[in-house]
C-alpha cells in the first residue's frame, strides 16, 4: 500500500507566478488536510477536505490560495500571485479516521 | 499564550542517556494528543498516541495531565538514530474524526557517541 504521494517534491517559481501542489492519499483514505511548514517555524494547519468537500479552511490565508479535492484525482493545494513569503514546506496528511499519515512534502521557493 | 509549547532545545544527550521532553496545551477541550518526530527536511512521523492513563512503547513512555495541560515524552536509552526533532501534537476533534492537527515547535534532540 503506497503512502501518501506528494509531486512536485520541489518547486521554483518566481514572484507573481502561480504554483499548484498535488496530493494523493493513501488507498482509501477520504480525508486530506494540507499543512505550511515555514523556515524554522512548526507546521500550520491550512485546510481539511474530504471528497468534493471542504471542511475546514480556517488556516487557509485569505487571498491568493485556495484547495480542492475533487471526487477523481488528487487533491490539489493553488497559490496563485506568489511571494517570497510563501517559501516553504507545503505537507499533506490523509486518514481514514484517527491517524494522519504525512507525505514527504513539496518545498517552494519563490525568487 | 501560544497554543502547544515546547522547549525548543537543542537537548544533547551521549548514547544511554534517559531525556524527557514537556509540553504544554491552552485548549482545555482538546481531545486527542501525539508525539511526531520529524528529521532533518523530512516528513513527520507519528511517533505515539499519548493517552490518560500514560502508556509505553519501547524506550518510550507518554504521559498525559490533562489538569495541568501537560503532556510528556521520556527516552530512555537514548540511541544514536533517536536525533531528531520531537513535535507535541495536539487535536481539535471534529465529532469522531481528527481534524487539524495542532504542533509545536518541535524539540531538538541529538543523540552523541
Known amino acids: 500500500n503506497a503512502g501518501v504521494m506528494q509531486n512536485p517534491r520541489h518547486l521554483v517559481r518566481r514572484r507573481g507566478q502561480e504554483a499548484r501542489l498535488r496530493c494523493s492519499p493513501m488507498?482509501?483514505?477520504?480525508?486530506v488536510y494540507w499543512y505550511r511548514q515555514l523556515p524554522e517555524e512548526g507546521l500550520k494547519f491550512m485546510v481539511y477536505?474530504?471528497?468534493?468537500?471542504?471542511?475546514?479552511e480556517s488556516g487557509m490565508p485569505k487571498e491568493r490560495f485556495s484547495a480542492e479535492f475533487p471526487k477523481e484525482g488528487p487533491s490539489i493545494l493553488r497559490i496563485q500571485q506568489v511571494v517570497r513569503g510563501d517559501s516553504a514546506a507545503y505537507f499533506c496528511a490523509s486518514s481514514s479516521g484517527k491517524t494522519q499519515y504525512f507525505g514527504p512534502g513539496t518545498r517552494l521557493l519563490v525568487l | 499564550r501560544k497554543e502547544v509549547e515546547q522547549d525548543p532545545g537543542p537537548f544533547n544527550v551521549p548514547e544511554g542517556a534517559t531525556v524527557a521532553f514537556n509540553c504544554t496545551y491552552s485548549?482545555?477541550?482538546?481531545?486527542?494528543f501525539f508525539w511526531y518526530r520529524q528529521d532533518c527536511r523530512k516528513e513527520p512521523k507519528l511517533l505515539m498516541s499519548?493517552?490518560?492513563s500514560g502508556n509505553e512503547d519501547g524506550r518510550f513512555t507518554a504521559q498525559l495531565n490533562r489538569a495541568s495541560q501537560y503532556i510528556s515524552l521520556l527516552i530512555r536509552d537514548s540511541k544514536l538514530s533517536d536525533s531528531a526533532t520531537y513535535l507535541c501534537?495536539?487535536?481539535?476533534?471534529?465529532?469522531?474524526?481528527?481534524?487539524?492537527?495542532?504542533f509545536g515547535k518541535g524539540t531538538k534532540l541529538s543523540v552523541k557517541p
Open positions: 488507498k482509501g483514505h477520504s480525508h
Open positions: 501534537v495536539v487535536n481539535k476533534d471534529y465529532g469522531g474524526s481528527q481534524g487539524n492537527l495542532i
Open positions: 499519548v493517552y490518560s
Open positions: 477536505l474530504q471528497k468534493e468537500n471542504i471542511i475546514d
Open positions: 485548549n482545555s477541550a482538546s481531545q486527542s
